[in-house]
């Protein structure tokens, strides 16, 4: 029997990491915490590009631009949708998250999902690292993982 697992090593990759400014208190958290994982498995500073777009809904568009460049050995998406009074929540969260498996499945390039859907402000800051796990970092370690399995 054979298992394939990814180490978690950096060495000569490049990561793409496209954030949302809407929740700029959650995202920017993400962002710290994708940043940490990365450096701590030797990502050089200089293989990391930060892409910042208006919201989650935008997401998806700089991802599949990202993936098709072929420049990167993965993209890292992050944000937050947290849920107001109207409706809105389950769009933008449910079509942020379909357009992110999308691209994720056309290209030949990972693409990990790092936003955080949460019903109160606290909650979304608890999953940015506030009580829990920074689920940036966490993406961050899918990320090195899915790029350094081997499939043969």
């Known amino acids: 029997m054979k298992i394939h697992e990814g180490k978690l090593s950096g060495i000569g990759k490049r990561f793409a990491i496209v954030v949302s400014?809407?929740?700029?208190?959650?995202?920017?958290?993400?962002?710290e915490g994708a940043e940490d994982c990365l450096l701590r498995h030797d990502v050089k500073k200089d293989d990391i590009e930060t892409f910042k777009v208006p919201?989650?809904?935008?997401?998806?568009?700089i991802a599949?631009?990202?993936?098709?460049?072929?420049?990167?050995?993965?993209?890292?998406?992050l944000g937050a949708v947290i849920r107001g009074e109207t409706p809105h929540?389950?769009?933008?969260?449910?079509?942020?998250?379909?357009?992110?498996?999308?691209?994720?499945?056309?290209?030949n390039v990972p693409v990990v999902m790092g936003i955080i859907t949460a019903d109160t402000l606290e909650q979304a800051l608890d999953r940015a690292g506030a009580k829990q796990?920074?689920?940036?970092?966490?993406?961050?370690m899918t990320a090195l993982e899915l790029v350094n399995i081997k499939i043969v």
């Open 133 to 140: 796990n920074n689920k940036g970092f966490s993406a961050a």
């Open 21 to 31: 400014r809407f929740n700029n208190l959650v995202s920017n958290r993400l962002l």
């Open 89 to 107: 929540f389950d769009f933008v969260a449910s079509n942020v998250m379909r357009g992110i498996m999308q691209v994720n499945l056309e290209y």
């Open 55 to 61: 919201g989650a809904y935008e997401i998806p568009y």
């Open 64 to 77: 599949k631009i990202l993936a098709k460049k072929g420049k990167f050995d993965a993209v890292i998406c």
